[in-house]
């Protein structure tokens, strides 16, 4: 019986690397199988329910209709085993595992190298993967448990469990030499004539509300996805912008970065669907982020019977 049900757990996870990688081909190459190999699970997988799990398209190979009314059900038995699996080591005095994290750009340059480098000392038997995108995708991979828990932007539009981390102050970032450069705060009247330099879409969420907030449009010019790309662009006399002050910590010579009047800031946080469900890797991850974060240990959830609120740590206070 264990024999069948491994079997079948191990197609579960073929199926789930083909929805992943869209291709049979590069599904067989990640998994180490042969194409037939991956066919023959999935064509088994479908004759044992009687249905059809995936269709061809012309962007490649996807989820039926029943497929994805299954699928939910199929991921949630192998997270089950995977958690089981953790928690077997644990009894034995192991801790192993494989942790998905989703991340973006500022986080995965400026904290996760040293937190992960840190983590592995500590739990070397534990693999940590990062999906890095935007916050939509982030909050996106969560819910549908493709990743295990992520950093994402507040406030959460999933009905995610959040534990605040940091307030990062929003930036105007000018021109070395620009005429306000020297200004102590930047205002919409300092900017409102200026070409602007847009945070792609997925990144402009604090920036356009700001903008918002003032009930003015920016005279956009450019929208680019990297932050990088966006402070040459600035450097170069293109435009002005505006982005996180942890952001601009590797920020090149050549800008001037000024707070904004009024005030704005972006909060970070951790977010799982379920904090308390999290696997044993994944919550020993949590752990570690927050204490290197400097956070208290106490969760602030987003859910029907919230804690007691953190702490957040307010950046260069």
Known sequence: MAGVLNMTLAKYEIL??????????KAAEQLNLTQSAVSRAILSLE????????????????????G?????????????????????DQIKGLISGTVTIGTFTSISIHWL??????????????EIRLLDGHYHDIERWIADGTADFGFVNMPSSHGLETAMLIRDQMMCVLPAGHEHAMKSEISLQDIADEPFIMPAKGCDTDVRAW?????????TRFELEDDHAIMAMVRSGLGVSILPETILA???AGLAARPLAPKASRSIALAAVSFKKCSPAAAKAIACIMEMMGTHQRLSYKSKNPCAVMQAKQVNE
């Open 16 to 25: 789930g690397k083909v929805v992943e990688t869209g291709n049979l081909t």
């Open 47 to 66: 004759q044992e329910m009687g249905i059809q799990l995936l269709v061809r398209g012309r962007s490649g190979v996807r989820l039926s209709h029943d």
């Open 68 to 88: 994805e009314r299954l699928w939910g059900y199929m991921k949630e038995m192998l997270h089950l085993q995977k958690k089981m699996m953790q928690e077997a």
């Open 113 to 126: 190298p040293d937190i992960l480098h840190r983590f592995q000392e500590k739990y070397p038997l534990i």
């Open 211 to 219: 903008f918002d907030g003032q009930r003015a449009v920016p005279r």
């Open 250 to 252: 590797s920020a090149p």
